[in-house]
């Protein structure tokens, strides 16, 4: 049975740093694409970042970009993403997801393609 458990959430600065990570089992990161949607309150779950650990490529949306960095260790199954700059419009609950196949999915980082979610982590920037 397939599962996704995200953990490195917490309240940071604006400004300050935080990096998530996501330990899957029962899926494989060469098959799939594995990432990070985001639902602040009151808004729609937003597409964040994803790898496709099979030939590295990756999506980050346009909110983050410059900013937030997806890596993936395969030997520990896991999923990183570090959050630098970060503002207080990133606060919201980040759920890790997985989608496949990963070649597919990488390119259409939407929650209609997702099999697997996470619980979720808050993040909350706030000084």
């Known amino acids: 049975q397939a599962h996704l458990v995200e953990s490195g959430g917490g309240l940071v600065q604006p400004g300050g740093s935080l990096r998530l990570s996501c330990a899957a089992s029962g899926i494989s990161l060469d098959y799939y694409a594995i990432g990070w949607f985001r639902q602040a309150p009151g808004k729609e779950r937003e597409g964040v970042s994803c790898?496709?650990?099979?030939?590295?490529?990756?999506y980050y949306a346009d909110s983050v970009k410059g900013r937030f960095t997806i890596s993936s260790d395969n030997a520990k199954n896991t999923v990183y993403l570090k959050m630098n700059s970060l503002k207080p419009d990133d606060t919201a609950v980040y759920y890790c997801?997985?989608?496949?196949?990963?070649?597919?999915?990488?390119?259409?980082?939407?929650?209609?393609?997702?099999?697997?979610w996470g619980q979720g982590t808050q993040v909350t920037v706030s000084s």
């Open positions: 790898i496709h650990s099979f030939d590295g490529s990756t």
């Open positions: 997801a997985a989608g496949g196949p990963g070649d597919y999915v990488k390119d259409r980082w939407r929650a209609t393609y997702i099999d697997v």
